[in-house]
């Protein structure tokens, strides 16, 4: 029920004004993003690769509905690629891009083209690029446009949802030799006709899922923060024989970092997915959905005054 109000209110303009306004509010985005320019977002990816973690930044904004707007965060992605490799940061460092800031939902060719060049300045840049997956009504296409890119970008990433129901096949289908895929639980209202609606149904379906992909010739990179499920993708790691170069861990910036760090430690690769720009209130919205635990922290930050 938590989730569903949050995913409500991140559709909301008037929540979103509010919180916008909110006096404590930049304190509380600054946990999870790392701000809203280019050198905010430098800045939090040369902690995190000098504390030995990898990182995967997102420039937010996905609800592009004009092509100057889908060329403006091409063109954010390209001077972020060039800044990258000139700070030595890459390939620790890699980038995600949501389609739907491309142009997808308007004009999937613009779209394609986009995320092409952003895909060469990743390559030239010693790196590469991850598509975020969005909700249901565009996998088919993300999952299209990702086939074509690994015909010349074939280190491109795909990035599965364990809610949606279609999920397991699409894991078979993708754990292949050199493919790298990103597996988290999803973070989208989506109808119970495509998705699982409870915790514990998406919570079976991404063992599932981690199976699949560990037992594959891929590159899995498991996105979790949840204790039960990193305790068992560990054993699992084990159990198919995975070294610690052959699949890695994700989290988010801000969120357990304590685990983040007894993971590096441990010897796995911890990429923390680092978003940043002025397009945070949906991302952040999204995140406390993922984890209602983090609706305390907000709300009590909102209130504070010492």
Same mark, same amino acid.
């Given at each position: 029920?938590?989730?569903?109000?949050?995913?409500?209110?991140?559709? *909301?303009?008037?929540?979103?004004?509010?919180?916008?306004?909110?006096?404590?509010?930049?304190?509380?985005?600054?946990?999870?993003?790392?701000?809203?320019?280019?050198?905010?977002?430098?800045?939090?990816?040369?902690?995190?690769?000098?504390?030995?973690?990898?990182?995967?930044?997102?420039?937010?904004?996905?609800?592009?509905?004009?092509?100057?707007?889908?060329?403006?965060?091409?063109? #954010?992605?390209? #001077?972020?690629?060039?800044?990258? #490799? %000139?700070?030595?940061?890459?390939?620790?460092?890699?980038?995600?891009?949501?389609?739907?800031?491309?142009?997808?939902?308007?004009?999937?060719?613009?779209?394609?083209?986009?995320?092409?060049?952003?895909?060469?300045?990743? +390559?030239?840049?010693?790196?590469?690029?991850?598509?975020?997956?969005?909700?249901?009504?565009?996998?088919? *296409?993300?999952?299209?446009?990702?086939? %074509?890119?690994?015909?010349?970008?074939?280190?491109?990433?795909?990035?599965?949802?364990?809610?949606?129901?279609?999920?397991?096949?699409?894991?078979?289908?993708?754990?292949?030799?050199?493919?790298?895929?990103?597996?988290?639980?999803?973070?989208?209202? %989506?109808? +119970?006709?495509?998705?699982?609606?409870?915790?514990?149904?998406?919570?079976?379906?991404?063992?599932?899922?981690?199976?699949?992909?560990?037992?594959?010739?891929?590159?899995?990179?498991?996105?979790?923060?949840?204790?039960?499920?990193?305790?068992?993708?560990?054993?699992?790691?084990?159990?198919?024989?995975?070294?610690?170069?052959?699949?890695?861990?994700?989290?988010?910036?801000?969120?357990?970092? %304590? +685990?983040? #760090?007894?993971?590096?430690?441990?010897?796995?690769?911890?990429?923390?997915?680092?978003?940043?720009?002025?397009?945070?209130?949906?991302?952040?919205?999204?995140?406390?959905?993922?984890?209602?635990?983090?609706?305390? $922290? $907000?709300?009590?930050?909102?209130?504070?005054?010492?």
């Amino acid at each position: 029920m938590l989730r569903s109000v949050i995913l409500a209110a991140s559709r *909301s303009s008037r929540i979103e004004r509010l919180v916008e306004t909110a006096p404590f509010t930049r304190d509380v985005v600054r946990r999870f993003v790392a701000g809203t320019a280019t050198d905010d977002a430098l800045r939090a990816t040369r902690q995190l690769v000098a504390d030995g973690l990898a990182v995967s930044i997102d420039h937010l904004g996905e609800d592009t509905v004009t092509g100057e707007q889908a060329i403006a965060v091409r063109d #954010a992605y390209l #001077a972020l690629l060039g800044r990258l #490799a %000139e700070a030595g940061l890459t390939p620790a460092t890699e980038v995600s891009v949501k389609l739907s800031a491309l142009g997808q939902r308007f004009d999937e060719r613009l779209a394609r083209d986009n995320v092409r060049a952003i895909c060469a300045a990743a +390559e030239a840049a010693g790196t590469t690029v991850t598509l975020d997956m969005e909700d249901h009504t565009t996998t088919d *296409s993300t999952l299209d446009i990702l086939t %074509e890119l690994r015909k010349d970008f074939p280190g491109t990433g795909a990035v599965l949802q364990a809610y949606l129901r279609r999920t397991e096949a699409d894991c078979r289908d993708l754990a292949t030799a050199g493919s790298r895929v990103r597996l988290c639980k999803g973070a989208y209202k %989506e109808p +119970e006709s495509v998705a699982y609606q409870s915790t514990q149904e998406v919570d079976k379906s991404y063992v599932r899922c981690m199976n699949i992909l560990l037992s594959g010739a891929g590159y899995p990179m498991l996105a979790t923060h949840d204790p039960r499920l990193i305790a068992i993708a560990e054993d699992r790691s084990r159990w198919f024989d995975r070294g610690p170069d052959e699949f890695e861990f994700q989290m988010l910036y801000g969120v357990r970092p %304590e +685990e983040q #760090a007894r993971l590096a430690e441990a010897g796995h690769t911890l990429r923390v997915y680092l978003p940043y720009g002025t397009d945070w209130y949906g991302y952040l919205m999204r995140r406390l959905a993922e984890r209602p635990a983090n609706v305390a $922290f $907000f709300a009590r930050a909102l209130v504070s005054r010492g």
